[in-house]
């Protein structure tokens, strides 16, 4: 151990990725911008490892970082139909890894009370009047403490497993071959597999340059040359005669669980990020839920609240079994996921599919989205979730 001393915060951060700088900056902008904070993270936030893409109604802190944002979105169903659809109060938007670390990090540096350190967290001990962090370099203590490192147990067989894993290329074109006003959000027009659901996606960032991704939904990663066949032989049939360059890879790998998380594990102790529960099961979207929810604690806790005091009631948690009734269908191989969202992008309103993804949806909302899927499939699917889910509450 680097050092034994205990040093007191009135927050720590574990990790130091998007949910916990987010937390960092939203906390810096509140009435608790005095507080002092460590944020714990071993490794250092200097490369373009992700992005992320969401849809939002009105502004959020990071417009001013945004790489894009579209009134519009192309959906592409399997058999090449493709669909433009005005987004009305929403946007598409996009903002790239780099430029969100940058930026809240310069942000941050104006806050002699906001400490880093790089190091990797190794044991978080609630003693009820403040928390304990244990890491490889030392001891560190807090009144409380948000974890984002805490790993999900996707591999229970009681729950349902599939993963989201996508390889993307940011390529730049030698003409100007892309929609700058419209994004492919999803183009299901590629081979579809069993047990799968397979799309691309095209970000316009200029007329000669985008993020084309190929996105999977399985319960296993493939071979790393299937993905970049995929992707080489999408924009070669579909831009025919053009010249790509490279510019930036990205890889990565969402859990698609409908594990139950414990979001507040502790009295002292919240999760934050996926290890909440942040990340939609059913879609992978995570920016936007990650900022709605950050800013309800940063909320509570001005209040002199702890974020544990209002607990989710039965009601609200109904979207989570509805998001458990998608990945069955796609694990189970009941109804082709991209024959589903084709339903569900035809059939009901751009807001309401939003608000219904969003968790945010009104009964009617949902009435409405699940009448447009297949009902026997769909309702059958739903009722095996739910005894799943009954079987394993007694087991």
């Not at 967290?121 to 890491?135: E, F, H, P, Q, R």
């Not at 930036?248 to 999760?271: C, H, L, Q, W, Y």
């Not at 839920?289 to 209040?303: D, G, H, M, P, S």
Request: some cysteine; glycine content about 4%; overall charge neutral.
């Amino acid at each position: 151990m680097e050092s034994s001393d205990i040093i007191n915060y009135d927050y720590i951060i574990c990790g130091g990725g998007m949910s916990g700088l987010s937390l960092a900056y939203h906390l810096s902008n509140s009435k608790l911008s005095d507080k002092k904070i460590l944020i714990i993270e071993p490794e250092t936030k200097n490369q373009n490892d992700r992005t992320w893409a969401f849809w939002e109604q009105g502004t959020n802190p990071f417009d001013e970082i945004l790489a894009a944002n579209w009134q519009n979105i192309f959906i592409t169903d399997s058999s090449g139909v493709k669909k433009k659809i005005p987004l009305k109060s929403y946007a598409y938007k996009l903002i790239r890894g780099i430029d969100f670390y940058e930026f809240v990090n310069a942000h941050l540096a104006k806050f002699p009370n906001i400490t880093f350190k790089k190091d990797r967290v190794l044991d978080i001990l609630d003693l009820n009047s403040s928390v304990t962090v244990k890491t490889e370099k030392g001891n560190f203590k807090a009144l409380h403490v948000f974890d984002s490192t805490f790993k999900l147990d996707i591999n229970n067989p009681k729950n349902i497993n599939l993963l989201q894993h996508f390889k993307g290329y940011v390529v730049k074109s030698d003409k100007e071959v892309f929609d700058l006003n419209t994004p492919d959000m999803m183009d299901f027009s590629i081979p579809q597999k069993s047990h799968e659901g397979r799309f691309m996606y095209i970000l316009p960032l200029s007329k000669n340059k985008a993020l084309v991704e190929f996105t999977v939904f399985s319960e296993r990663l493939l071979e790393q040359n299937t993905y970049t066949n995929e992707l080489e032989c999408f924009l070669t049939e579909r831009y025919p005669n053009i010249i790509f360059e490279i510019e930036e890879e990205e890889f990565g790998v969402i859990p698609m669980s409908d594990v139950a998380t414990a979001e507040f594990p502790s009295k002292n102790v919240s999760r934050i990020g996926t290890a909440a529960g942040y990340t939609n099961p059913a879609t992978g979207y995570t920016f936007a839920n990650t900022q709605r929810k950050l800013l309800a604690i940063v909320q509570k806790l001005e209040k002199g609240k702890l974020p544990s005091e209002k607990q989710v009631s039965w009601f609200e948690k109904r979207h989570e079994l509805y998001a458990s009734t998608l990945l069955y269908v796609i694990a189970e191989d009941l109804y082709p996921m991209s024959e589903s969202f084709k339903r569900i992008f035809n059939k009901n309103d751009i807001e309401s599919v939003f608000r219904f993804l969003d968790q945010k949806s009104s009964l009617w909302d949902e009435i409405k989205i699940m009448w447009s899927t297949p009902k026997l499939i769909f309702g059958k699917a739903f009722l095996l979730v739910v005894f799943k889910k009954l079987k394993g509450a007694f087991l």
